[in-house]
Each structure stands twice: as C-alpha cells, then as structure tokens.
C-alpha cells in the first residue's frame, strides 16, 4: 500500500509500504493491506512504516490518519525522519518544559502547553535515538 506523510510544511515521507503503525488517542493502531477504511486522530508519537522489511520511524506531533484499502494518509501538525531532527533543540525544548511544568499552576493552561511541548520534545529525542536508552 502506499503511505503518505504530509505536514503544512509539505511532505515528508511518500512511499509503498507494508506495514503503517501509530499511535491514536486510543492507543496503538496498525494498518496491513486492506484495511477497512477508516479515519482517526493522532496523538504526539512515533509512526513507526515497515518498507522493504526495514522501520522507518517519524516523529509526529499529532494530526489524522485516513485509511484506505490501498492507501494510509497521514496528515500532521508536524513530522520528522531521525535525521531531519535536530537534537540539542529537542533537549533545549525539553528543559525548557520542565522549568516551565515546575513554574505552572496545575490548572493553568500554561501547564497544559507545557506537557504538550514536553511530549513533542521527549518524542523527538526518543526518534532520533538520543535518549541514550
Ligand atoms: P521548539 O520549542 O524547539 O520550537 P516545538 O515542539 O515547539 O519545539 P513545533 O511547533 O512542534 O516545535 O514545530 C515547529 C517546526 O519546527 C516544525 O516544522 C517541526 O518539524 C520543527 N521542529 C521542531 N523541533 C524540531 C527539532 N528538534 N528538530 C527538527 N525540527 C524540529
């Protein structure tokens, strides 16, 4: 089936693939071949596409995935390859998340923005292979 990986900045990943795995708001969702159609929201995440039996990973930070027989489309706020991220700015953003999350009131929307860019941070740092885990 072909994938597609599209954000407003353009697109980020276009090929045939075998296997697309996400995360929803529900959980982890895989797509084979033929699935039902289908169309679902994305949580902050990695997109983990099985090609020629190698995974590519893409950090995403939500969106919608649209599933048909012969085609997933994945529309996201933002996505990047491992090699497109730039870690020392993901680190930078985590940082300054967590001063932010110490600083915030728990109600405060600014506490929410925060565990958002946090997760955004940690998601693109655990992509890119730099968590040193
Ligand atoms: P930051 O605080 O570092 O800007 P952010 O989570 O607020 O991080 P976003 O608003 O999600 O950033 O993304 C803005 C744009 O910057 C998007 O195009 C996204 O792909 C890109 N981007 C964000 N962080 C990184 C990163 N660490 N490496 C590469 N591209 C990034």
């Known amino acids: 089936m072909q ?3 599209v954000t407003p900045d353009g697109s980020v990943f276009e090929a045939q693939v ?3 795995s996400v995360k929803t708001t529900e959980g982890e969702l895989g797509i084979l071949p033929m699935h039902l159609p289908l169309v679902t929201p994305l949580t902050i995440g990695a997109v983990r596409i099985k090609k020629d039996s190698k995974v ?7 969106g919608f995935m649209e599933v048909r027989p012969d085609e997933v489309n994945i529309l996201a706020e933002s996505a990047e390859l491992p090699s497109d991220i730039d ?9 300054r998340a967590e001063r932010r999350l110490e600083q915030a009131k728990k109600d405060h929307v ?8 946090l997760k955004r941070a940690i998601n ?3 992509v ?6």
């Open 3 to 5: 994938a597609n990986v």
């Open 56 to 62: 590519q990973l893409i950090a995403v930070s939500g």
């Open 128 to 133: 890119a292979g730099g968590g040193g885990r």
């Open 110 to 117: 600014d506490f929410r923005r925060a565990e958002l860019a």
């Open 87 to 95: 870690i020392s700015r993901a680190r930078a953003a985590k940082e």
């Open 18 to 20: 075998e296997m697309v």
């Open 124 to 126: 693109r740092i655990d």
